[in-house]
């Protein structure tokens, strides 16, 4: 009996040091989970770069600068503006009138220039998009001096202009009226809220796939997001082209990240969402499903998608290119006011993975079944 009782003792051990190694991991307190969520969110932004997903923005003084763009800032005015990995001019000077400057500042991928009722915001990622953004009642004239050799056209039946030249750009005008006069923009604003927006043409995977830039001239894609976790803590790149658009990551860790999307729209737009593979714990399509509002969204093609756009359909679908930097997610939302929009990991059908409370109880078991073995034999 005595031997039985030992027998019992120590597997019960060994089943509740399971558990307790179980409970350990997902408190996130395994390896690099001690971490403070500071030196997280700078791991985090060390794979952005990494991944050429988006990179930190510097700023000595009034220059600006970082892996995917260039610019200084003097006299009301955004000079020798600068994109991509090559820092190729796009625009000479960018200036609004009236600005009433009030500071600069620069937060992870994301450099500012504040003016009391207006601001610039540039992002350090492959587009180096450039935006301009209005609040208030004043008329503002917003001018944009193209680089030598860049030229720009207006699309047809939009304030939407393309750039063209050495740098491919688009420039996207929320509530203003634009013009071209030979190598300057003009974009002039009256009361209320606008915007405009300088996106340049990347050259990811993504870009050829889903036909970003024709979509963002187009006014179909509302907005985008870069998304990179470590440990429970993120670093994110987001950027909206209308002000009523708000994209913000509610919860990001590896296998599921879920945004907050914001907008007034009277139809269905388009977001893509950029993961790393390690965030996106995936390594294919199938792996990965996009859920609205809890609700799972149907994954086709992106030519399935750009119909159901076209068709202004009500149903919520997505599609997903994986590359060399992890999977880009382009989601189709059919009606707005604000949602959650989720990008989660999946286990393919008959691949489920036991977690370690269900192997501490399977142990737990066979104590059971091999003490009651011993005890009959004794």
Do not use: W
């Amino acid at each position: 009996m005595k031997g039985t009782m030992a027998v019992f003792a120590a597997m019960m051990a060994f089943s509740v040091g399971l558990a307790a190694m179980a409970a350990s991991a997902g408190a996130g307190n395994g390896p690099g989970g001690s971490q403070g969520p500071e030196q997280n969110r700078y791991q985090a932004m060390e794979r952005a770069e990494e991944c050429n997903m988006f990179a930190r923005s510097n700023q000595s003084g009034d220059q600006f600068s970082g892996k995917y763009m260039m610019f200084r800032y003097g006299n009301n005015t955004i000079e020798d503006y600068r994109v991509g990995g090559l820092q190729q001019q796009l625009f000479s000077r960018v200036g609004p009138d009236p600005f009433n400057f009030s500071g600069t500042g620069s937060d992870g991928a994301l450099a500012y220039v504040n003016g009391t009722a207006a601001r610039f915001m540039a992002c350090n990622n492959p587009s180096s998009a450039l935006q301009f953004q209005k609040t208030g009642e004043a008329q503002v004239r917003l001018t944009f001096d193209l680089a030598a050799g860049l030229g720009a056209q207006k699309m047809n039946g939009s304030q939407n202009l393309r750039i063209t030249g050495q740098v491919e750009a688009v420039l996207a005008v929320e509530n203003g009226q634009s013009a071209v006069n030979g190598s300057q923009i003009e974009v002039i604003f009256g009361p209320g809220n606008g915007s405009a927006t300088v996106r340049a043409k990347t050259q990811t995977q993504a870009e050829t796939s889903f036909r970003l830039q024709e979509k963002v001239a187009s006014g179909r894609l509302a907005g985008e997001m870069d998304v990179v976790a470590v440990n429970g803590s993120h670093t994110e790149c987001a950027l909206a082209y209308n002000h009523s658009t708000s994209m913000t990551v509610k919860n990001a860790g590896q296998g599921r990240v879920a945004l907050a999307v914001k907008a007034e729209y009277s139809e269905g737009k388009l977001f893509r969402i950029g993961l790393d593979r390690e965030t996106a714990g995936a390594g294919s399509a199938r792996e990965l499903e996009c859920r609205l509002d809890g609700k799972a969204m149907k994954r086709l093609s992106v030519q399935e998608l750009e119909r159901l756009q076209e068709q202004k359909s009500a149903q919520a679908a997505y599609c997903v290119e994986f590359g060399d930097r992890g999977c880009d997610v382009l989601a189709y939302v059919p009606h707005f006011s604000e949602h959650e929009l989720s990008v989660e990991k999946v286990a393919p059908a008959g691949d489920r993975t036991v977690g370690g409370f269900e192997l501490a109880l399977a142990a737990m078991a066979f104590c059971i079944a091999l003490v009651v073995a011993v005890g009959r034999r004794a």
